[in-house]
């Protein structure tokens, strides 16, 4: 079965620091998204893209917090400045249409832990 | 807004136990629900969704039915073995939104020989 990569599995941090946290959807999937949980919390959504543009962006997502689709194939989430509380897994997903939700697939997860 | 509340974990069982996961939701309209699994070391997986009142979702061997009159949505297995050892996540899509899926906390389940 497909499956949405993700790069690295563990990533450390000072704090301040810029990090990048790397995707590879599965290859025909058109909308995509990053999630990230808190240690102890619930996962949440952070936003979801579609047609090299952000459909959707929560609170969470600041201006600390950019995506991008570089090649066509990755897709990133920067964090400019990382803080002690980004610290968390972040979870990306990818969905063939919109409404996908009933065929997301997410992968295995980055955990940043920021120092 | 809308929300989900899951049972606290860790739960633990022995082999061939029943197992329930109690989730409920509060949200406005029709939203569909889910049940996400997460083995180690793996992504979340859909495990099961059911997507209006009374509907029932079921996948290997878990069931959850949609009440609506009682916003819940508990998981249930008649008996867990070893491998269901895993993180389960219940989840919602309000009506109309796309991909934007609101989670509880997830609850772990341990299951032991």
């Known amino acids: 079965e497909p499956e949405v990569t993700q790069t690295p599995s563990h990533q450390v941090t000072q704090m301040g620091q810029e990090v990048i946290l790397r995707c590879v959807p599965i290859?025909?999937?058109?909308?995509f998204y990053w999630y990230r949980q808190i240690l102890g919390q619930k996962v949440e959504f952070l936003v979801s893209?579609?047609?090299?543009?952000?459909?959707?962006k929560s609170e969470i997502f600041d201006d600390q917090f950019s995506v991008e689709r570089p090649d066509g194939s990755n897709f990133t989430l920067k964090i400019r400045s990382t803080k002690l509380e980004d610290s968390a897994m972040y979870f990306c997903?990818?969905?063939?249409?919109?409404?996908?939700?009933?065929?997301?697939?997410f992968g295995s997860g980055t955990q940043l832990s920021v120092l | 807004g809308n929300s989900v509340t899951q049972m606290e974990g860790p739960v633990t069982l022995s082999e061939e136990a029943f197992l329930t996961i109690n989730c409920t939701y509060t949200?406005?309209?029709?939203?569909?629900l889910f049940w996400y699994v997460q083995y180690p070391g793996e992504g979340l997986q859909l495990l099961l969704k059911?997507?209006?009142?009374?509907d029932k979702g079921s996948n290997k061997g878990f069931e959850a039915t949609y009440r609506k009159e009682t916003t819940s949505f508990h998981l249930e297995k008649g008996s867990v073995q070893v491998s269901d050892s895993a993180v389960y996540f219940c989840?919602?899509?309000?009506?109309?939104?796309?991909?934007?899926?609101?989670f509880g906390q997830g609850t772990t389940l341990q299951v032991k020989p």
């Open positions: 059911a997507t209006k009142a009374d």
């Open positions: 989840a919602l899509v309000g009506s109309g939104n796309t991909g934007k899926l609101i």
């Open positions: 949200a406005t309209g029709y939203p569909s």
């Open positions: 893209f579609y047609n090299n543009e952000i459909s959707e």
């Open positions: 997903a990818s969905s063939l249409d919109r409404g996908g939700h009933e065929k997301l697939f």
């Open positions: 290859s025909n999937h058109l909308y």
